[in-house]
């Protein structure tokens, strides 16, 4: 610094030729740089903008055809929930109808089977009134034989007989 001083000259100004390589040196990298790093900087900036913008865009439409399917699966599924409402009630339906046609073949049979028994119940009266009628007849002229002292083993008067005894003892027993 000292000789700096006494050379005359302000120490804060290099000399020119060291001003003068600095610029061409600056203007040589600046050169080197515009001509070529700026340009292959931008190209990936710009190559990165686009890819950002086309990844939004991509997520947009994504999520746009996200929201569609959304929307169909949500109209699939009330369309099937209204399906299935559809055809548990038809299926109620059917189990009623399927019920009350049960219903009414179990009471056709059981009035079937009620018929058969009073048939059978009458049929059953008629043949113990027959043979009842038949026994009673058989010891009223057996009684009759004992009481008269008078044989009445003809046919036809014990027939006779017997129908009078029975008819009196019907109208007796109806008063």
Known sequence: MYLAAEEGGNILLPPLAEIIVGLVAFGLV????????????????????????GGIKRAEAAQAEANQLLEQYRAQLAEARTDAAKIRDD???????IRQDILAKAREESDRIIAAGKEQLAAERATIVRELRTEVGTIAV??????????LADEARRKGTVERFLTDLESTGAR
Do not use: H, N, T
């Open 91 to 97: 299926a109620r339906a059917d189990a009623e109808g």
């Open 30 to 53: 600046l050169w080197v740089l515009s001509k070529f790093v700026f340009p292959r900087m931008e190209a990936m900036y710009q190559a990165r903008v686009d890819a950002i913008e």
């Open 142 to 151: 057996e009684l009759a034989s004992r009481i008269v002292g008078e044989s």
